[in-house]
């Protein structure tokens, strides 16, 4: 197993410009999370999907951010339009979520420069 | 939000153990603690996870206090390698929804 794949692994783009980051899971894992990770506020979860069906977005910091599953084996995180701030490591992470699931598989992380 | 403790940092010889603690004293009855590390710059790794007995695999071992309020990973040979950021979390296996702290970065000294 490829593990979870997250592309780009860097972006740099500039203030305004919309930035899509894209994510793989593991075939057979049922539930997906975003997370986001800067020197200041460390590993925040912005969102979680369980078999495709957002559950909590309540970690989304602003309406700029959106975040689809269209099938279990593909998300977007998507930044519109992106802001300085914004700058971050972004990672996703599966897991089989269930009396066997043991815990998260994160990727390699996308890290978003925003200039 | 974070529901554990953990110190900041920590050093440890390389070679020698490992003993990092975690304090959860709201965990609840049905609460895992799962530990993952962070090496620089890569997405946090699963290490190990518990529920009330002491747990080990081949990466380390997971002693969970009777009162269930504490934990402590135990690596038990620390390398070079193991140098990086420890996030000890609670959650529930269903919903695994889980919330990370600040950690505790392990250097291990040569």
């Known amino acids: 197993d490829a593990g979870v794949i997250q592309s780009p692994r860097h972006e740099v783009t500039e203030m305004g410009q919309e930035v899509t980051l894209r994510c793989k899971p593991i075939?057979?894992?049922?539930?997906l999370f975003w997370y986001r990770q800067t020197m200041m506020r460390g590993l925040e979860l912005l969102i979680y999907f369980n078999n495709n069906v957002p559950i909590d977005d309540s970690g989304m910091p602003e309406d700029r951010f959106s975040a689809k599953m269209p099938n279990a084996s593909f998300s977007t995180l998507k930044i519109q339009p992106s802001e300085p701030r914004d700058s971050a490591v972004y990672f996703c992470a599966s897991s089989f979520t269930g009396p066997l699931g043991y815990g998260y598989t994160f990727g390699s992380g996308t890290r978003l420069t925003v200039v | 939000d974070a529901k554990t403790t953990q110190p900041p940092s920590m050093d440890c010889a390389e070679g020698r153990a490992a003993n990092l603690p975690c304090n959860h004293s709201t965990i609840s009855g049905n609460e895992y603690v799962y530990w993952y590390r962070q090496i620089h710059s890569q997405g946090p790794q699963y290490i190990i996870h518990g529920l009330k007995n002491n747990e080990t695999n081949e990466m380390a071992s997971l002693i969970i206090t009777e009162d269930r309020k504490s934990s402590t990973l135990i690596l038990p040979h620390a390398t070079l390698r193991d140098t990086a950021v420890y996030y000890c979390i609670v959650g529930y296996k269903a919903g695994n929804q889980f919330y990370f702290g600040t950690g505790t970065s392990l250097t291990v000294i040569p």
């Open positions: 075939s057979g894992h049922n539930s």
